[in-house]
C-alpha cells in the first residue's frame, strides 16, 4: 500500500514538473518570438487568404494582398491591402462577390475602406491592440481569453518555425474557437489558422523582406473622391 501511494505521488510531481517545464518552454519561445521582432524596423510581404463555411451559411472565399509595417520611433505603423472573391452557395444557387480593403493603422487611429458591390464605406477609430498585428500586443489578447500551448516545430517555406496553439477559454460568439500560429525564428508570422463553429479561415505570408525602404505616406489615410469617412472615434 505504502509503496503504491509513493508511486502515485511520485507520478504527480513528475506530471507537475512536465506541466512547468512547459510552460516555461512556451514561456521562452514568446519571449524570442517578441525579441526577433522588436530587431527588425520594416517588414514586407504578400498575403493570401483561404476561407470556408459550411451548413447553412456555406461560403468559400479566396484573397491577395500585401501588408506592410514601418516603426517610426515609438510608433509601429501597419497597413493591409487586399481583394477578396467569396462564393456563396444558398438555395441550389452560387452567387460571387468581390470585395476590396484597405486597413491603416497609424499608432493612434486606425482606418478602414472597404468597396464591395453595394457602394464603398470608410472610418475612423481609435486604435486598440486588436488592431496591432505584431507578436507583443498578439500574446497580450491571445492570453486573455485563450489557452496557449506549444506544439512541435515545423517547416513552412523550408523554414524551421514555432508553432503555437491557442484554444479558447469560453466560446464567445463571433470569435475563433481554435487557431495555430506559425512564427520564424526572427519573431515573423509566416501563416495562421482560425476555426469559428463551421469555418475555418488560413492566412500565410509570403515574399517576406526586412529593413527596406518604405514611403510613411503608405500610412496616411486618403479616402477616395466622393468617400465620406464615418467617424467612430467616440465609440
Known amino acids: ?64 494582398g500585401t501588408y506592410q509595417v514601418l516603426k517610426q520611433g515609438e510608433k509601429t505603423l501597419f497597413r493591409t491591402d487586399h481583394e477578396i472573391v467569396m462564393v456563396v452557395k444558398a438555395g441550389g444557387r452560387e452567387m460571387k462577390m468581390v470585395q476590396k480593403a484597405t486597413k491603416i493603422m497609424d ?6 475602406l472597404v468597396e464591395a458591390m453595394r457602394g464603398t464605406a470608410a472610418t475612423k477609430a481609435k486604435a486598440t491592440p486588436r488592431d496591432r498585428t505584431d507578436p507583443n500586443s498578439m500574446f497580450k489578447q491571445l492570453d486573455k481569453a485563450y489557452t496557449l500551448k506549444l506544439l512541435p516545430e515545423e517547416r513552412v517555406d ?7 496553439e491557442a484554444t479558447a477559454k469560453k466560446k464567445r460568439k463571433g470569435s475563433f474557437t481554435k487557431g495555430i500560429y506559425y512564427f520564424r525564428k ?18 500565410t505570408f509570403t515574399d517576406i523582406k526586412l529593413n527596406g525602404k518604405i514611403d510613411p505616406g503608405r500610412f496616411v489615410f486618403k479616402p ?12
Open 1 to 64: 500500500m505504502a509503496r503504491h501511494v509513493a508511486a502515485v505521488w511520485m507520478a504527480g510531481v513528475v506530471a507537475c514538473a512536465s506541466s512547468t517545464a512547459a510552460a516555461e518552454d512556451l514561456k521562452t519561445v514568446k519571449e524570442k518570438i517578441m525579441a526577433g521582432w522588436d530587431k527588425h524596423r520594416s517588414i514586407t510581404a504578400k498575403v493570401k487568404l483561404v476561407a470556408e463555411a459550411t451548413g447553412s451559411r456555406a461560403h468559400k472565399s479566396k484573397g491577395e
Open 107 to 112: 499608432g493612434q487611429y486606425t482606418y478602414s
Open 158 to 164: 523550408g523554414q524551421q518555425v514555432y508553432v503555437i
Open 186 to 203: 526572427d519573431g515573423i508570422l509566416v501563416k495562421q489558422t482560425a476555426q469559428m463553429d463551421e469555418s475555418k479561415m488560413t492566412t
Open 224 to 235: 477616395p473622391p466622393g468617400v465620406e469617412v464615418r467617424d467612430m472615434t467616440g465609440q
